[in-house]
């Protein structure tokens, strides 16, 4: 009875489980419930032979959803557990056969074991694929329903994430110059190619260019003239908005208002004697001509600095503003970022900022320094802003030495590791001073020099994994000592973001020429943070045994000092005895705060390991 129901009133079932997925609750409401029961009945009324229905509809509805929600969850983990990690296997369109294959491994191994046993034959691979096929061509219609899911996903994503970000930067550039040759070889074609792709470390676009070897003329093609080199810059930034609707999709509601063809003009943006943007009105115009507006004015900024039209780099200045913008040319506080990921209410906040600047005859944004590949050099002398120079190790006085490793980078783990350091310091009552260790890296040391670490570093990765190594097993004794094992960390860490956030076409044209081709990878930054952890355990083992001689010494001393003085003066030492004791638990005190900050850094997780880190 129950298949015979839910069978002819299928379509009315259907039209709600979009909704009741999406919600992804186990149970389903009773509004819902009535709804579709109203509707059943409805529907059976019009029928010439009444279809039987289960005698509590209401509850057959539940249980029919129920299941059917069982069987999408386990679908979905069986997608997400079977889907393949390596990249090359969506180099071509995949089939139905392709993805059954790897969905149901584990069902087609047990039916071709099976037939193999029960056709008395020695188990041999041989059968494998006939008796494959025999099950890809048997399978029920749930199964071909969540085959041909799977293979709609698989083939518009294509790998997962992590894995294509790999696999581009370890092939994206030949493949290109290759597929650039094997056209001109092949048809005598020459060709321009725009590429971008997400960068995931900061949720930005990478935008380059890539284009055939000239074989006759004497420059390629983008920069041959002033004028192609112009429109190649507004080329980059008209295809990087393209791309931003591509792999950045606005969500927002207000989004759709302002993509109608018929929907209001933009203001055009009016500039003064400057050549800085004059704050123009926004009625009636929807979030994404806000965007617009919003990208304009700062474009028209930056053209100020560069004397060119080159795209703004949001994904640097994000991550640095205020060594880009004048103070003040954003709300305090305010995240700078590419216009278009801007929500409604961070597009009012930024604009009644202006609105306030404009009333009082500022400009509205103003750049204190770009990119030194965007400046443009023409004959008129134009001024240009120097790169801000990146602080080495050598550079910082001794007492800015645990301010500089902050800002190497945001690991958590790691600025545990600074900060324990520091109350290391403060128990032993040392200066930021560092020991020289003969078997850590040369560069692991406050005498270093140099913006990046040696070309070895990058180009084997045995010395990588090594250098790691005698970080992470450097034995630590004191605070001059984890000095250097904590700054040679922090560089590799540095180290590694630059290889994550690599760009060539925002690339500094000082960067190391082995920097995209680095051995550094995921695997290496999964072995760091677990150094750090090890190294973190060994401070606060050192953290603890001073605390330990601290408070032991303490005690022996005012037992000391009572004992003298009960047998000098009487009462009046009694007094006496009561202040000295007052001082040290003052001193003891100051001790327990320091043990109490590392205890929020989780000492006692981290002592709790310590016989095994020793």
Not at 341 to 350: D, G, I, P, W
Request: hydrophobic letters at 35%; charged letters at 30%.
């Amino acid at each position: 009875m129950s298949t015979n129901w839910s069978i002819a009133f299928k379509p009315i079932l259907d039209l709600h489980s979009k909704a009741i997925f999406a919600a992804g609750s186990s149970s389903v409401g009773k509004p819902v419930v009535r709804k579709i029961r109203k509707a059943i009945l409805a529907a059976r009324d019009e029928q010439e032979e009444p279809v039987a229905l289960p005698t509590s509809l209401k509850k057959a509805i539940k249980e029919y959803y129920a299941k059917s929600l069982k069987d999408k969850e386990e679908a979905d983990e069986r997608e997400a557990a079977s889907r393949p990690r390596e990249p090359s296997f969506y180099k071509k369109p995949l089939s139905e056969w392709d993805v059954a294959q790897k969905l149901f491994k584990q069902e087609i191994d047990t039916y071709d074991k099976a037939q193999q046993q029960s056709k008395g034959l020695e188990y041999s691979i041989k059968y494998r694929t006939g008796n494959a096929r025999e099950w890809f061509n048997n399978m029920t219609p749930s199964q071909q329903q969540e085959v041909k899911f799977a293979m709609k996903k698989w083939n518009e994503e294509g790998a997962p994430e992590e894995t294509q970000a790999i696999y581009r930067k370890n092939n994206l550039k030949k493949t290109l110059e290759d597929f650039a040759e094997q056209i001109r070889r092949t048809m005598g074609c020459r060709i321009v190619m725009l590429v971008s792709h997400k960068k995931k470390a900061s949720q930005t676009l990478s935008i380059s260019l890539h284009e055939t070897t000239p074989q006759n003329a004497k420059k390629k093609f983008s920069v041959s003239s002033s004028g192609i080199k112009e429109w190649a810059a507004n080329g980059f930034e008209s295809f990087g908005e393209w791309s931003k609707t591509e792999f950045y999709p606005s969500e927002d509601s207000d989004h759709a208002a302002s993509d109608c063809e018929d929907g209001p003009v933009l203001p055009e943006i009016i500039v003064d004697d400057e050549g800085y943007a004059k704050l123009p009105l926004r009625d009636g115009i929807g979030l994404k001509g806000q965007h617009e507006l919003i990208r304009s004015i700062f474009h028209t900024s930056y053209k100020v600095c560069t004397g060119g039209s080159r795209p703004i780099p949001w994904g640097v200045i994000t991550a640095s503003p205020s060594n880009y913008l004048e103070p003040g040319s954003v709300p305090t506080g305010f995240v700078v970022k590419d216009p278009s990921h801007m929500k409604t209410e961070e597009v009012n906040r930024l604009w009644m900022h202006w609105e306030r600047r404009s009333a009082t005859n500022q400009k509205l944004v103003v750049f204190i320094k770009v990119k030194d590949a965007d400046i443009r050099v023409t004959g008129k002398s134009k001024k240009k802003v120097p790169a801000a120079h990146e602080t080495t190790p050598d550079d910082v006085a001794i007492n800015d030495r645990y301010t500089f490793l902050e800002t190497l980078s945001k690991n958590e783990n790691y600025l545990e590791l600074v900060d324990a350091t520091r109350d290391l310091a403060i128990l032993a009552k040392q200066n930021p001073i560092s020991e020289r260790h003969q078997d850590l890296p040369t560069w692991a040391d406050w005498s270093w020099s140099k913006n990046y670490l040696p070309e070895d570093i990058h180009t084997s990765y045995a010395t990588l994994t090594a250098s790691l190594n005698k970080l992470q097993t450097c034995p630590i004794s004191g605070p001059s000592s984890a000095m250097p094992v904590v700054l040679g960390i922090g560089l590799l860490y540095r180290e590694s973001k630059r290889v994550i956030e690599y760009g060539e076409d925002e690339a500094d044209p000082n960067t190391p020429f082995y920097l995209p081709h680095s051995a550094i990878d995921l695997q290496f930054l999964v072995a760091l943070d677990e150094a750090v952890q090890e190294v973190l355990c060994s401070v606060v083992g050192q953290i603890e045994r001073l605390n330990k001689e601290a408070l032991s010494d303490d005690d022996e001393e005012v037992r000391m000092v009572v004992e003298k003085e009960r047998h000098e003066v009487g009462e009046k030492n009694v007094e006496s005895e009561e202040n000295v004791v007052g001082g040290e638990e003052q001193q003891e005190q100051e001790v327990e705060e320091v043990v109490q900050k590392g205890r929020k850094r989780k000492i006692n997780h981290a002592s709790s390991n310590l016989s095994s880190a020793w």
